[in-house]
C-alpha cells in the first residue's frame, strides 16, 4: 500500500468514533482500483495491477499483485510509485512478461515466478503498443512508430550566427495531423515488431506506409501473426474501413484475408489453428452500428456472423480451450456481461457487473481473462466500489477477491445508488436510469437536483461506480443519469434514434427523468440543474438552448457548433460521413439546426463552459465561441480551461477534483437558498 495511504487511513481512522463522513474531493487520492486481469493457464492464480492515485506527482500508478483463485495469499509482486500492467503469462505458467516504466520509460520485463528474478528485455526510446506473446513463449509481437522523413516546401536560408530567428514553420499536408491525447503526429507510421523472449534487438515485419497498430494475435504455429490495419489507399478518408491481414514472419509477406466495407477486428485463432474470429460490421455509415461476431476459414474464406441472435455490440474474444466455443464480453441494459457462444452461435451468459475501469463516471468498459479449464477472472464494479477482482466458475456464484478500497469506505459513506425507468415523453419509449442520493439521505427534506449526461453519444452509462456522482451527492445533490436514445446496450435500433438526429428527442428522454424524479416529491424543483461532458456537455447547451427550466448549467468539453467542430476536430473524415448526410457547406441548414449555438438567443440560464487545453476531440475553440456569444447577449457565463487536460479530463486526478469543484461552485453561486 502506499505511503500516503498509510497516513491517510490514520488521519481518518482518528474519526470513526464519530461515525462515517461524506466522501470529498481528498478523497479521489484515497481510492484504489483494479485493472489488467490475467489468469494463470491452470486457473489456479491470478495477476492483476492494483492502481491508486499519487497526491505528490498528481498521476496515477499501479503495482502487480498475485492471488490465488480461492482468494488466498494475495501478494505484491511489484512495488514503487510506478506503473506497471499488461502482465502475461507463459503457457506453462513460469513466468510472467510485463511492462513497467520504474526507468523512466515503459519497458518490457520478465519475471521467474519460483524464485522472483527478473530481466529488463528492453531499451526503447520511444513508446510501443500492447505486446503478446507467441504460442510457444519464444517471441514477443507489439507494434512501435517508425519516424518518416520531414517533408517541407521550402528550405529557408541559413541564420546569422548568434541571430535569434523564429523557429521554424510547420509545414502540414497530410489529412489527419493531430490526435487527442499525443497532440500533433510527426511523420511516419506505426509498424508491427517481434523481439525475442530473451530480449535483444526488435524485428521490423511490416514496412509497408500505413498504420499497423490495430488488434492482433499469433497463430497456434507462431509463425504467423493476424493483424487488424486500414491499409487501403484511401485509409484517411475511410476512417472505419479495416481489413484482416496474415503476416507470414519469416518471408514478411502480407496477405488480405477480408474484403469488405466496414471494419473488421479483434482476430483470434482457434486453438487447433482452423478457425478465426473476429469483430464488425458492414458499414452503412450510421452513428451507431451493432458490432458482431464472425468466424471464418483459416484462409479468410467462408466467413459468417455467429451473434445474429443477440442485438449488441460483442468485445474481447477468447477462445475455449478445447476450440468448441469463445468467451465474449458485451452490454446490455446498462451492465455488462461475460458470456460463451458455441460455433453454431448459441450464447450463454456467464457473469455480470463487469467494469468498474471508468473512475470518474458510470461508463461500461471492463477486463475478464479466461483458463484452460474455463475459469474465469473479472473485473467486478458496482455502484458501490469501483473496479475489483472477482472470479466465476461453471456451477458456481460469481465471488469478489479483493478489497482494495475497504479501508476507505469504511470511514467514508457513499451515496445509494437506484435505478430508475420512466416513460419518453417524445414517444412513451422506456428510458433507464439512475439516481444517486446525498449520504444520510431524508426522503421528507427538499434536495437540488443535478442532470448528469453522458457522453458519446453511443455509449451507455450503467450500474457502476462513479467518483463525479458520489461527489455531487456527498455536497447535498441528487443527482440523475440517463441513457437516452442513442446510448447502447440496448440495440441497433434504439442506438440509431438519434441518426442524423442528434440532438433530438434525447431532449425529450432527458426532461422526462427530470419529471420522473421531482414527481417522487424529495426534490426543490426551483433548484434544477444539468451539467454533462463531450456529447453531454452538446445536450447540455442544447438543454439550455430550449428551456430556461435549469438554475445553472456547466457544459464540459462540448461539441457547440457542429460546422466548425467537423473541420477542427481530429479525425475530420469521420464526422461528417457518419454524424451528418454531408460535409457541412452542402448541409448547412442540417449542420446549424443541430448546433446549440444557433440558438443562443433563447438562452437565459447562467452557463459555465469548461475544455481541457489540449482537446483535440471538442477543441477549446468551441466554447470560445460561445462564451463570446453568451457575453455579447450580456447572458451570465463564465469559462474554465483545465491545464494539462486532453479530451480525457480525468487523466490527472486533480483536474477529475477540477471539474467536479468548479460545476458545484457554479451551481452553488446561483442556489436559490
Given at each position: 500500500m502506499k505511503l500516503q495511504h498509510l497516513f491517510g487511513l490514520l488521519f481518518l481512522l482518528s474519526f470513526r468514533l464519530f461515525g462515517q463522513e461524506k466522501f470529498d474531493y481528498p478523497d479521489v487520492f484515497n481510492l484504489e482500483w483494479v485493472s489488467d486481469v490475467r489468469i494463470s493457464p491452470d486457473g489456479s492464480r491470478m495477476v492483476y495491477a492494483r492502481n491508486y492515485n499519487d497526491i505528490i506527482n498528481d498521476c496515477s500508478y499501479a503495482n502487480l499483485w498475485m492471488i490465488e483463485a480461492d482468494g488466498r495469499n494475495n501478494r505484491p509482486l511489484t512495488t514503487g510509485n510506478q506503473s506497471d500492467?499488461?502482465?502475461q503469462w507463459t503457457a506453462d505458467g513460469k513466468k510472467l512478461f510485463y511492462v513497467s516504466d520504474r526507468d523512466g520509460q515503459p519497458q518490457i520485463y520478465m519475471k521467474w515466478l519460483d524464485n522472483g528474478a527478473e530481466a529488463k528485455l528492453t531499451n526503447f526510446n520511444k513508446p510501443f503498443g500492447p505486446f503478446q506473446i507467441s504460442p510457444d513463449g519464444k517471441w514477443l509481437a507489439f507494434s512501435m512508430f517508425v519516424e518518416g522523413e520531414s517533408k517541407n516546401l521550402v528550405t529557408m536560408p541559413p541564420a546569422p550566427k548568434d541571430a535569434k530567428w523564429?523557429?521554424?514553420p510547420i509545414f502540414i499536408e497530410e489529412m489527419n495531423y493531430r490526435t487527442d491525447g499525443p497532440g500533433y503526429r510527426k511523420p511516419g507510421y506505426q509498424q508491427l515488431f517481434i523481439l525475442s523472449a530473451d530480449g535483444g534487438t526488435p524485428f521490423q515485419l511490416t514496412t509497408d506506409k500505413f498504420n499497423h497498430n490495430g488488434s492482433f494475435c499469433w497463430a497456434p504455429d507462431a509463425?504467423?501473426?493476424i493483424l487488424s490495419a486500414n491499409r487501403n489507399e484511401k485509409a484517411d478518408f475511410e476512417p472505419q474501413n479495416t481489413e484482416l491481414y496474415e503476416i507470414d514472419i519469416p518471408?514478411?509477406?502480407?496477405?488480405?484475408?477480408?474484403k469488405r466495407n466496414g471494419p473488421d477486428q479483434n482476430p483470434s485463432v482457434s486453438p487447433d489453428g482452423k478457425w478465426i474470429a473476429y469483430t464488425g460490421f458492414d458499414d452503412r455509415l450510421q452513428g451507431h452500428q451493432t458490432t458482431h461476431l464472425y468466424l471464418m476459414n483459416r484462409d479468410g474464406s467462408g466467413s459468417k456472423i455467429i451473434s445474429e441472435k443477440l442485438d449488441r455490440d460483442i468485445d474481447q474474444l477468447c477462445w475455449a480451450a478445447d476450440g468448441k466455443g469463445i468467451y465474449f464480453q458485451f452490454d446490455d441494459f446498462g451492465d455488462t456481461w461475460i458470456a460463451y457462444t458455441d460455433l453454431a452461435g448459441n450464447i450463454t451468459r456467464l457473469t455480470n457487473g463487469v467494469g468498474g475501469l471508468s473512475?470518474?463516471?458510470p461508463y461500461s468498459g471492463g477486463q475478464f481473462s479466461v483458463s484452460k479449464n474455463g475459469r474465469v477472472a473479472f473485473t467486478q464494479t458496482t455502484p458501490q466500489h469501483p473496479a475489483e477482482l472477482a472470479t466465476w466458475?461453471?456451477?458456481?456464484?460469481?465471488?469478489?477477491?479483493?478489497?482494495?478500497n475497504d479501508d476507505l469506505f469504511s470511514i467514508k459513506k457513499p451515496g445509494k445508488v437506484e435505478e430508475i425507468n420512466y416513460a419518453s415523453s417524445a414517444d412513451k419509449r422506456n428510458i433507464q436510469g439512475w439516481v444517486c442520493y446525498p449520504p444520510d439521505f431524508d426522503p421528507k427534506k427538499k434536495y437540488p437536483l443535478i442532470l448528469e449526461i453522458h457522453g458519446g453519444p453511443f455509449t451507455n452509462y450503467g450500474n457502476r461506480y462513479a467518483v463525479e456522482m458520489q461527489l455531487y451527492a456527498s455536497k447535498g445533490y441528487v443527482v440523475l443519469y440517463t441513457n437516452p436514445r442513442g446510448s447502447t446496450s440496448y440495440g441497433g435500433d434504439f442506438g440509431n434514434l438519434i441518426h442524423h438526429n442528434y440532438p433530438g428527442q434525447d431532449y425529450d428522454d432527458l426532461l422526462s427523468g427530470v419529471d420522473a424524479v421531482v414527481a417522487k416529491g424529495f426534490i426543490d424543483s426551483e433548484n434544477l440543474f444539468v451539467t454533462g461532458g463531450s456529447g453531454g456537455g452538446l445536450l447540455t447547451a442544447w438543454i439550455v438552448g430550449h428551456t430556461n427550466r435549469f438554475r445553472a448549467a456547466v457544459s464540459a468539453k462540448p461539441v457547440l457548433n457542429w460546422y466548425s467542430h467537423v473541420l477542427y476536430a481530429d479525425g475530420p473524415a469521420f464526422f461528417y460521413k457518419y454524424w451528418f448526410p454531408g460535409k457541412p457547406w452542402e448541409f448547412t441548414d442540417h449542420y446549424m439546426k443541430r448546433s446549440p449555438i444557433s440558438y443562443i438567443n433563447q438562452i437565459k440560464t447562467p452557463t459555465m463552459l469548461m475544455t481541457g487545453e489540449q482537446d483535440y476531440r471538442t477543441p477549446i475553440g468551441e466554447i470560445e465561441q460561445f462564451y463570446a456569444a453568451l457575453k455579447i447577449n450580456q447572458v451570465e457565463t463564465?469559462?474554465?480551461r483545465l491545464q494539462e487536460s486532453s479530451h480525457s479530463m480525468d487523466a490527472r486526478p486533480s483536474n477529475l477534483?477540477?471539474?467536479v469543484a468548479y460545476t458545484v461552485a457554479w451551481f452553488e453561486k446561483y442556489r436559490k437558498k
Open positions: 500492467h499488461n502482465p523564429a523557429q521554424a509463425n504467423t501473426i518471408s514478411k509477406q502480407v496477405k488480405t484475408l477480408t473512475l470518474g463516471r466458475t461453471k456451477g458456481a456464484k460469481s465471488q469478489r477477491l479483493t478489497f482494495v463564465a469559462m474554465v477534483i477540477a471539474k
